[in-house]
């Protein structure tokens, strides 16, 4: 079964620092993940994704994540945060497998970024 | 601009009251989801749906029921809401074969209170 745990409920970090947000999976098979953004009061938006190809992926806003597999992480980081980067960010595995519910993706519990002036 | 919308942004419902939660895509998407958002527990996945009058629970279904009478719409009910059912409710829909998360599209959800 797949599974996927964030490390961090709450991030903080001043604008124009480093942004490290982490991921570990959990996945019998090769993982498909990705990682998603949440402003306030808005729908879920997708920050990039990794699919078996390159293992640093590059996503929208300046954002990567690096896939490790002998690590079982998928860490999001961004050189300099800026403060629109505040909201939250989820971690996601796609379900492998047969059935009904192939494709159906599996969310971390989510990390608040806060960004401080 | 393609779009997930759902009818309503709050809602305040009576404990035992039917509860009916409208989705409309304009995507020509095969695959329907609606979720539900709570602190500190992420998205859990209710009902989700891969064609017309076709669905299959996903990890929280009891105390809910969907429809899909159209290929644009998925609504989600909650035959007699309760204070638990509180929360954020979140669709998505997406192409089918790109069921590994490409295409997921969600709308802006709808807050729930039930009293």
């Known amino acids: 079964a797949q599974s996927v745990t964030q490390l961090d409920s709450h991030v903080s970090v001043s604008e124009g620092t480093p942004v490290l947000l982490r991921c570990n999976y959990s996945?019998?098979?090769?993982?498909?993940l990705f990682w998603y953004v949440q402003h306030p009061n808005k729908g879920l938006q997708l920050l990039l994704k990794?699919?078996?190809?390159?293992?640093l992926v590059k996503g929208i806003n300046g954002f990567e994540a690096e896939f490790k597999k002998s690590e079982t992480s998928f860490h999001l980081t961004k050189p300099s945060a800026h403060m629109s980067d505040a909201a939250e960010y989820f971690c996601v595995v796609s379900v492998r497998g047969g059935g009904g519910s192939q494709g159906n993706l599996i969310f971390g519990k989510g990390t608040k970024l806060s960004v401080k002036p | 601009d393609v779009k997930v919308t759902q009818s309503s942004r709050y809602l305040v419902k009576r404990t035992g009251e039917k509860v009916f939660l409208e989705c409309v895509q304009d995507m020509d998407h095969e695959n329907m989801f609606w979720y539900r958002q709570d602190p500190g527990l992420g998205l859990r996945l209710i009902y989700f749906?891969?064609?017309?009058?076709?669905?299959e629970k996903g990890d929280i279904p009891e105390g809910y029921s969907v429809s899909r009478e159209k290929k644009e719409r998925f609504s989600l009910i909650l035959e007699s809401a309760s204070t638990n059912q509180t929360s954020m409710y979140l669709c998505a829909s997406s192409f089918r074969g790109r069921g590994r998360g490409y295409g997921y599209t969600f709308g802006s959800g709808t807050r729930l209170t039930v009293v």
């Open positions: 996945s019998s098979y090769s993982p498909s």
């Open positions: 990794y699919t078996s190809a390159a293992t």
């Open positions: 749906s891969y064609d017309v009058k076709m669905k």
